[in-house]
């Protein structure tokens, strides 16, 4: 059932007789002095099938939503959603009059995380909540649809998509160019910035119905532990890794000065934020050619390797799946070949954001995907696939467990296995050969570190703004102006013009639009590495962790399972240990990895600025 992207959305009327067995059981366990053991197993039992019935209802909605974008599937998505969100918020609060038991723990764990299975709750009052689910369905529909009108040179305007877009922009290197698209994208949030605001108003009201002082507080209650140590725990992750970005940052902020010159580029501030071959500035990878070591050029680029053998979008797929079968995990089902959409239609809109569906929590996988035949995709893939590969270990569980350790583990698996598609892997499966001379690693670390260390502010930032706009801290009157204050302190990128309160460029990225939590990204982007190295160890690969692959690897490969197959029954920690033996999470990893480029950037940046302070350089108007 959950969707892996999206939250999930749901219907509910052959559901009037569990509702009445669930009136009489709430109202016996309040006339009681204390909820009984078989009062509260009989109202999980209730509330499990009542919600996973509702859960595939509305991801059907929701998938034929995703995949055919029309007023009418908007409407009926949203609807499925608000049926479901009625009975989980309904559901939700019912569950606190069990707050006061002494229940076994399973059972307390499964009340308690019926209480947080909302990712943007509803409110009780009908009207508010289908407001609210109207008002999602809307803003996922216009980002998906968003299109920016570029004038050519005769006038004539042509609307461009995001996936088009992108693809212009990763490979232009020429600033006005890149300027014109990083503004153009840029057009397609201001119309929803006041569902924006209105969404933090209906949400928050629903997570205070709840017991949780707003929407920022119960996402970060999601941890198994106090939400505020959940926050210090990810800024020591993040002071871990700072040094390796700030270094990365210093580098590249170099290479592009001498690429387009002082007046665009400042030596000490900012990076401009069209200039990193991204929408968002979040992955650098596409500016390898630019900054490549000249000696040390890694020779390997999986979109030629991909290209020169014809691999088409779904041997992309096939690949990736065998990858996985390789560990001893079984193939995909059938109908994940015949339901997935792999390329981008022609005829109709769809949200081309990649995702990975299990609808009906037996068998029914699928990802969503417009593939492009590039490496970043194949990437992309294999972190689908991994969303599939871990709904299916944990299928079996009760609906309340059927998720992962926490939402970092989730994003985290596929990108596990993609670490291990080095040049031997590439070479073992008949793409390139594998004649990597040692000292180009260097090249072939900076190429990784563009993709999976530039991330890391970015994962962090942006939960940090809306944790900040759902306590109201951030007023909306401040949304934009305090959205770039993020942007420049974490990541150290600036806006190329003066934006105003008229602009809402965080609603230009998938996850604000479309109301999914974003710190797992940053967590999962920490973790894989903490996987690889154990999953190397359980391997029995002792050289350099950006040398090892786990392709074929049957214990790499149980651990893995065993751990997945936890779902969410246990606190992460738990699962933390099954697979690394460890129960923090920790940066070492990540740090190790990145090793030798650390050395060599140091070797780089001596005597170049580091770090970057405000205003450098004003923006031009
Ligand atoms: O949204 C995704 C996946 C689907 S869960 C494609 N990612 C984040 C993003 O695109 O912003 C993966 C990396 C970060
Ligand atoms: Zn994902």
Redesign the pocket.
């Known amino acids: 059932m959950r969707h ?2 999206t939250s999930c959305p749901s219907s509910c009327l052959a559901l009037a007789a569990l509702a009445g067995l669930l009136g009489v059981l709430i109202a016996r366990s309040a006339a009681a002095s204390s909820a009984t053991l078989e009062d509260a197993a009989l109202f999980i039992e209730t509330a499990q099938a009542r919600l996973h019935k509702l859960a595939v209802e509305a991801d059907r909605a929701a998938w034929v939503q995703a995949t055919y974008i029309t007023d009418d599937t908007e409407m009926l998505a949203a609807s499925a959603n608000e049926r479901r969100m009625a009975a989980a918020a309904e559901l939700a609060r019912d569950a606190t009059r069990f707050d006061k038991a002494d229940l076994p723990s399973e059972l307390a764990r499964q009340l308690r995380l019926l209480k947080l299975a909302q990712t943007i709750p509803a409110p009780a009052e009908a009207t508010a909540r289908e407001e609210l689910t109207r008002i999602l369905a809307r803003m996922e529909g216009a980002y998906g649809k968003g299109k920016w009108r570029r004038k050519d040179e005769q006038g004539q305007a042509a609307g461009l998509g995001l996936d088009e877009m992108s693809r212009i922009l990763r490979a232009s290197r020429d600033p006005r160019e890149m300027l014109d698209l990083w503004r153009g994208w840029r057009t397609v949030s201001p119309p929803y910035r006041r569902d924006y605001a209105r969404h933090v108003e209906l949400s928050n009201a629903g997570a205070r119905e709840l017991g949780f002082a707003d929407v920022g507080v119960l996402w970060r209650a999601k941890y198994d532990m106090p939400p505020d140590e959940f926050s210090r725990d990810v800024e020591r992750l993040w002071d871990q890794v700072r040094p390796l970005y700030v270094s990365l940052h210093a580098y590249i902020r170099r290479k592009l000065r001498e690429a387009y010159g002082p007046d665009i580029v400042p030596e000490n501030g900012p990076i401009p934020a069209h200039l990193l071959g991204n929408m ?1 500035a ?2 650098w990878s596409h500016l390898y050619p630019l900054v490549a070591p000249r000696d040390k050029a890694s020779s390997r680029d999986l979109t030629a390797l991909l290209k020169a053998k014809g691999v088409d979008e779904r041997e992309m797929v096939r690949l990736a799946e065998r990858f996985f079968v390789s560990l001893g995990l079984d193939p995909l089902p059938r109908t994940f070949w015949e339901r997935s959409l792999f390329v981008k239609p022609r005829d109709r809109e769809v949200v081309c ?4 569906w299990d609808v009906d929590a037996a068998d029914d996988l699928r990802i969503k ?1 417009c593939i492009e035949i590039t490496g970043e995709d194949f990437t ?1 893939i294999h ?2 696939l991994g ?1 599939n590969y871990y709904q299916r270990a944990y299928r079996k569980l009760p609906f309340l467990f059927r998720d992962s350790a926490n939402d970092g583990f ?2 985290a698996i596929g ?1 596990t296995i993609a670490l291990s598609v080095t040049p031997r892997y590439l070479a073992e499966i008949g793409l390139g050969d594998d004649t990597t001379r040692s000292e180009q690693e260097v090249g072939q670390l900076l190429r990784m570190a563009l993709e999976k260390v530039a ?1 890391l502010p ?2 962090l930032l942006v939960d940090q703004w809306r944790f900040k706009v759902f306590s109201g801290e951030i007023p909306p009157d401040r949304y934009n102006q305090a959205w770039w204050e993020l942007r420049e302190k974490y990541q150290g990128v600036a806006a190329p013009v003066s934006r105003s309160e008229a602009d809402f460029d965080p609603g230009a ?3 604000v639009a479309a109301g ?1 939590p ?1 710190t ?2 940053f967590l ?2 920490i973790l894989q590495f903490q996987f690889h190295r154990a999953l190397c160890a359980a391997a029995g690969q002792t050289g350099p962790l950006h040398r090892c692959s786990i392709y074929g690897s049957r214990e790499a490969g149980t651990r893995l399972s065993r751990m997945m197959e936890l779902g969410q029954s246990r606190p992460w920690p738990d699962a933390l240990e099954v697979l690394t033996g460890e129960r923090r999470m920790d940066a070492t990893a990540i740090l190790d990895y990145f090793a030798p480029l650390q050395a060599w950037l140091d070797e780089q940046n001596q005597g170049v600025a580091t770090g970057w302070r405000r205003n450098a350089l004003a923006p031009e108007e």
């Open positions: 892996w992207i968002w979040q992955d954001h990649a995702s990975a995907m992309t972190h689908e969303h989730h994003e990108d991330f970015f994962g990225k998938y996850h999914v974003y797992r990204y999962a982007h």
